[in-house]
């Protein structure tokens, strides 16, 4: 059967590898960014613990996720977690803000055990921290799953990734219903949790002008049930159907026109709404052309700490965005001739 054919669970599961050796007593990264935290931007400690990683990973796996390649098969001890805590500790250190990731659910016990998860919420509230950042699928946003003994003010981000049944089963893999995330975000805040939605920008199959409107329309869908709402453009992690696509050229990673076209149409809603691209900027991310990515990037920067104006962007490099979007519907697939971005100038193959 021709690989286009294949159904997507088969596809995300080839596209995968086992994950090489890692050290135990290690977190995967750890590092300083600026956040807003009330009406201040404070300096935040971000550190991702390294642990046995999502189980919908290990189940079947969503098409653009390569967090799988920093986990653990079979998962890490209690004493290893200890030991890489013991390293994160010191980034956050006289901050008033953390977020705390893992390549999968904080709060899945499976994953991250409680005793071990309510040790660490503890010590943060007693070093000063305010507030921190953790991610979950929406299956494990149970309050008693997040019931700690002492800790800061919890903020759950969850992934979406889209309000489409559609776009969620034939582009991402992942089985979220929606009247399920609403039940998840009310029992969240009503634990005194606040919520924060990721929302997927051109998953695989999806053209940049059907991407944008996913976008949008999913915002909308989650902004009165949500505190915040993050617009992750997708880009290419190694394993992935993504990548798959990719390297075949049918598919190139989301303009950051794109990005500021649906931060714009959402900015009168009552919720923040921005992005932080990863990989912005490279041909693995969302990009633009040579020439303006890093002022976009920037000027998203500041709009995600309340102080940048993303309406008065522009670059040569903008028409071409605007025709790639309105021929959307009449091309094969996602992607676009290597340069089309830079105008083929200067050797770029953006």
């Not at 994953?111 to 040790?119: G, H, K, M, T």
């Amino acid at each position: 059967m021709p690989e286009a054919f294949l159904p997507l669970t088969d596809f995300v599961n080839e596209a995968k590898s086992i994950p090489k050796d890692h050290s135990l007593d290690q977190p995967v990264a750890r590092w300083v960014e600026e956040e807003i935290l009330g009406n201040e931007i404070v300096e935040a400690g971000v550190a991702i613990l390294r642990t046995r990683g999502c189980y919908w990973s290990i189940k079947e796996g969503c098409s653009m996720c390569g967090y799988f390649n920093d986990t653990v098969p079979g998962g890490v001890s209690d004493e290893m977690l200890r030991a890489q805590w013991n390293k994160i500790r010191p980034t956050l250190e006289g901050k008033r803000y953390a977020k705390i990731y893992t390549s999968g659910s904080f709060i899945d016990p499976t994953e991250v055990p409680l005793d071990f998860a309510d040790e660490v919420m503890s010590d943060m509230k007693n070093i000063g921290i305010e507030k921190v950042l953790i991610e979950s699928l929406p299956e494990f946003v149970n309050p008693k799953n997040f019931n700690y003994t002492n800790a800061p003010k919890l903020e759950i981000a969850i992934g979406l990734e889209s309000s489409s049944p559609i776009v969620l089963d034939k582009c991402v893999n992942k089985r979220l219903r929606w009247p399920h995330f609403v039940k998840v975000c009310k029992s969240a805040r009503d634990n005194g949790a606040e919520v924060k939605a990721y929302i997927l920008l051109k998953p695989p199959y999806l053209g940049e002008k059907d991407a944008i409107e996913d976008a949008v329309q999913s915002v909308v869908d989650a902004a009165p049930h949500v505190d915040k709402i993050s617009i992750n453009p997708v880009n290419v992690q190694k394993n992935t159907v993504v990548e798959k696509l990719w390297m075949r050229n049918e598919w190139t990673a989301p303009w950051l026109w794109s990005v500021v076209e649906v931060i714009e149409r959402c900015k009168d809603l009552p919720v923040r709404v921005y992005s932080d691209p990863t990989g912005g900027g490279t041909k693995r991310g969302a990009h633009n052309c040579h020439i303006c990515n890093k002022k976009i990037l920037d000027e998203l920067k500041k709009h995600r700490l309340g102080q940048g104006n993303l309406s008065g962007l522009s670059c040569e490099c903008k028409s071409r965005w605007e025709a790639v979007k309105n021929q959307s519907s009449l091309r094969r697939n996602a992607s676009e001739p290597y340069g089309f971005r830079s105008g083929f100038n200067n050797g770029r193959r953006f």
